[in-house]
């Protein structure tokens, strides 16, 4: 049987390292985490915590990059859970790649997002976000599919972790493993050469936190950051997949 090829888009200050810590704990399934990432550091001059280890340490042509997607599984596993972050996906990239995959947008409040992005960053632009990347990538899949990908939004997600992984697995034909909702603590060998700038909380965890309101009082500049990717967000949480 052909590899099941999950890809998860999701923006910065997600949920995005703990769901890649969910599937890796499956039996069944290898990951790989954010693949684009150099190339992205490397296209765009950005300067990202340990910018030359990441640009030295992975591939910065996207090409290549790509085609490996979509080539042998590592370790011949029947699963491959790709975590992806959607502002990698830049406009010279070209997508049709990603119809060899089933994708999965993964969503969070912009409110949030920001919040948090602004504790490791000091500016921060709706593209930083992926927001708007996430809903040009939607409307890219619904085309292609003629029908909405799936959509998960993380504040759901962690009032119901079982549910949204049972119901995801379903949707892939999957079964479920208890394995999914808790894991080991500490680093992965799968984790990226940036997890030490990243993944402290998640290094700590073993499952996914429950879910909590967040503080997010924004002002100025960063509230329309905000409030410029919040149409987007709402558009696409419409189209939440249903939860039993």
Same mark, same amino acid.
């Given at each position: 049987?052909?590899?099941?090829?999950?890809?998860?888009?999701?923006?910065?200050?997600?949920?995005?390292?703990? !769901? !890649?810590?969910?599937?890796?704990?499956?039996? *069944?399934?290898?990951?790989?985490?954010?693949?684009?990432?150099?190339?992205?550091?490397? *296209?765009?001059?950005?300067?990202?915590?340990?910018?030359? $280890?990441?640009?030295?340490?992975? #591939?910065? $042509?996207?090409? =290549?990059?790509?085609?490996?997607?979509?080539?042998?599984?590592?370790?011949?596993?029947?699963?491959?859970?790709?975590?992806?972050?959607?502002? &990698?996906?830049?406009? #010279?990239?070209?997508?049709?790649?990603?119809?060899?995959?089933?994708?999965?947008?993964?969503?969070? *409040?912009?409110?949030?997002?920001?919040?948090?992005?602004?504790?490791?960053?000091?500016?921060?632009?709706?593209?930083?976000?992926? =927001?708007?990347?996430?809903?040009?990538?939607?409307?890219?899949?619904?085309? &292609?599919?003629?029908?909405?990908?799936?959509?998960? $939004?993380?504040? $759901?997600?962690?009032?119901?972790?079982?549910? &949204? =992984?049972?119901?995801?697995?379903?949707?892939?034909?999957?079964?479920?493993?208890?394995? !999914?909702?808790?894991?080991?603590?500490?680093?992965?060998?799968?984790?990226?050469?940036?997890?030490? &700038?990243?993944? *402290?909380?998640?290094?700590?965890?073993?499952?996914? #936190?429950?879910?909590?309101?967040?503080?997010?009082?924004?002002?100025? #500049?960063?509230?329309?950051?905000?409030?410029?990717?919040?149409?987007?967000?709402?558009?696409?949480?419409?189209?939440?997949?249903?939860?039993?």
């Amino acid at each position: 049987m052909k590899p099941l090829r999950i890809a998860m888009w999701s923006g910065p200050r997600n949920i995005s390292t703990a !769901m !890649m810590r969910a599937w890796e704990n499956r039996a *069944d399934c290898t990951v790989s985490d954010e693949p684009l990432y150099a190339a992205y550091l490397a *296209d765009t001059g950005l300067e990202h915590p340990g910018r030359e $280890d990441v640009i030295a340490g992975g #591939e910065t $042509d996207w090409r =290549l990059v790509t085609r490996s997607l979509l080539g042998p599984v590592p370790g011949g596993k029947p699963i491959w859970y790709q975590k992806h972050m959607s502002h &990698h996906l830049l406009p #010279e990239m070209a997508t049709e790649w990603v119809f060899g995959l089933s994708n999965v947008l993964l969503i969070r *409040d912009p409110a949030e997002v920001v919040a948090s992005y602004l504790k490791a960053r000091a500016e921060v632009t709706p593209e930083d976000i992926g =927001l708007p990347q996430q809903g040009e990538l939607f409307d890219l899949l619904c085309e &292609h599919l003629g029908e909405a990908p799936p959509v998960i $939004d993380a504040g $759901d997600f962690l009032r119901a972790p079982e549910a &949204h =992984l049972r119901a995801l697995c379903g949707r892939f034909g999957l079964d479920f493993s208890d394995a !999914m909702l808790s894991w080991p603590a500490g680093p992965r060998a799968s984790d990226g050469i940036w997890a030490p &700038h990243w993944y *402290d909380a998640v290094r700590k965890s073993t499952g996914f #936190e429950a879910w909590r309101a967040r503080e997010s009082a924004l002002t100025g #500049e960063f509230a329309a950051v905000a409030e410029a990717c919040r149409p987007v967000y709402e558009r696409l949480r419409e189209h939440r997949m249903p939860v039993p």
